[in-house]
C-alpha cells in the first residue's frame, strides 16, 4: 500500500512539475515578447536621439538641390520637368524612420524649405507636407519601410496627395498655380511624384548609409533592419 501511494505521489509530482514548468515557460515567453514589442513600440514613439543638427544639414542640402532643381529631366523648353522632389523625399525618409513625435515636426520643415527656396506663399507647402508626414507615420508600421517597392508606393502617394493638398492651399490663398490650371498643375504635381517615387529607394539607400549621424533607429515592428 505504502509503495503503491509512493508511486502515486511520485506520478502526481511529475506531472505537476511538467505542468508546472510548461506554464512557466509559456508565461516567459509571453513576457519576452511583450518586453520586445514594447521596446519596438518605444522606439518609434519615444527615441530621444533624434540629431537636429545633422536634419538642419540635410534641410540645407535638400534645399539647395531643390532650388538648383537638380536631377531634373531636360526638355527643349529650357525648363526641366519632371523633377525630383529633394525636400518631399528628405520628409517622406524621416516619417518612415523618425520617432513618432520628430518626424512630422520634420516634414513640417521641409515644406517651409520648400516655401522659401521656390515662389510659394508661406503655408502652402509646409502644412500639406506636415500633414503627409503626420499620416505616413500612422501607417509605417504596417509595412516593410526599408523595401524599395514599399518605399515607391508611399512616396508616391505621398508626394502626390502633398502636391495636391499644396495646390488646394494656393487656390484657397489665390497664389498663383501652374499654368494657371488646375488640370496643369495636377498633370506636373503627378509627373514629379513619379519621377520622385521611382526615384526614392536610391535617394533612402544613400540616406540609410549617414545611420550613425542620422540620431535614430532604423527600425521597428515592420523593417528589416535590426541595426
Known sequence: M???????????????????????????????????????????RYDARMRWFTFGLLLYVAAAMQQTNLLGVPTLTGRPWPLLEHLALL????????????????????????????????????????????????????????????????????????????????????APIVGNSVAAHLGTVLGNAVYSALLAPVCFWLLLKLKPILGFQVHGLRSRSHG
Not at 7 to 31: D, H, K, W
Not at 146 to 155: P, T
Request: charged content about 10%; aromatic content about 10%.
Open 2 to 44: 505504502w509503495c503503491r501511494w509512493q508511486n502515486s505521489a511520485r506520478t502526481s509530482i511529475g506531472t505537476f512539475a511538467v505542468i508546472a514548468t510548461m506554464v512557466l515557460e509559456i508565461i516567459q515567453a509571453s513576457i519576452v515578447r511583450t518586453q520586445c514589442y514594447i521596446d519596438a513600440r518605444a522606439i518609434g
Open 91 to 174: 520628409a517622406v525618409f524621416y516619417a518612415l524612420f523618425a520617432s513618432e513625435t520628430s518626424a512630422p515636426v520634420a516634414g513640417f520643415l521641409c515644406g517651409l524649405a520648400a516655401d522659401i527656396v521656390g515662389p510659394n506663399t508661406v503655408g502652402t507647402c509646409a502644412v500639406p507636407l506636415g500633414l503627409v508626414a503626420f499620416s505616413i507615420v500612422k501607417v509605417r508600421q504596417s509595412i516593410f519601410r526599408e523595401h524599395a517597392v514599399s518605399q515607391v508606393v508611399l512616396s508616391f502617394f505621398a508626394i502626390g496627395l502633398y502636391g495636391v493638398l499644396s495646390m488646394g492651399a494656393r487656390i484657397g490663398l489665390g
